[in-house]
């Protein structure tokens, strides 16, 4: 059994930054491959990005490459959510997101047994 805790969300203003960050404890000693995902009012929940722990290889969406990065604390089992020029569409809640082995489909929400309750994020004026 895992938990995951979200935290670092909030309103900003377009061109703006924030960092979300996810502490892992339990059976943390498990996690192999982390992510972000979001879902917006309407929306179906969409990837965002992934680090794979003990690796550092990251993905990312389209949508936010070049804007965001996830980077990890191994020693905390933590994962981080730099967000910087962001944009009114990456308003949603931010979940973060854990699996115990490293899955291909990294991209799907189907390749993750643990969820974070998530963090709301705003992008207004």
């Known amino acids: 059994q895992v938990q995951l805790v979200e935290s670092g969300g909030g309103l900003v203003q377009p061109g703006g930054s924030l960092r979300l960050s996810c502490a892992a404890s339990?059976?943390?000693?498990?996690?192999?491959?982390m992510g972000w995902f979001r879902q917006a009012p309407g929306k179906e929940r969409e990837f965002v990005a992934a680090?794979?722990?003990?690796?550092?290889?990251?993905y990312y969406a389209d949508s936010v490459k070049g804007r965001f990065t996830i980077s990890s604390d191994n020693a905390k089992i933590t994962v981080y959510l730099q967000m910087n020029s962001l944009k009114p569409e990456d308003t949603a809640v931010y979940y973060c997101?854990?699996?115990?082995?490293?899955?291909?489909?990294?991209?799907?929400?189907?390749?993750?047994?643990?969820w974070g309750q998530g963090t709301q994020v705003t992008v207004s004026s």
């Open positions: 997101a854990a699996d115990p082995t490293w899955r291909r489909d990294y991209r799907s929400s189907n390749a993750y047994s643990f």
């Open positions: 339990g059976r943390a000693f498990s996690i192999y491959n």
């Open positions: 680090i794979i722990y003990g690796d550092g290889t990251t």
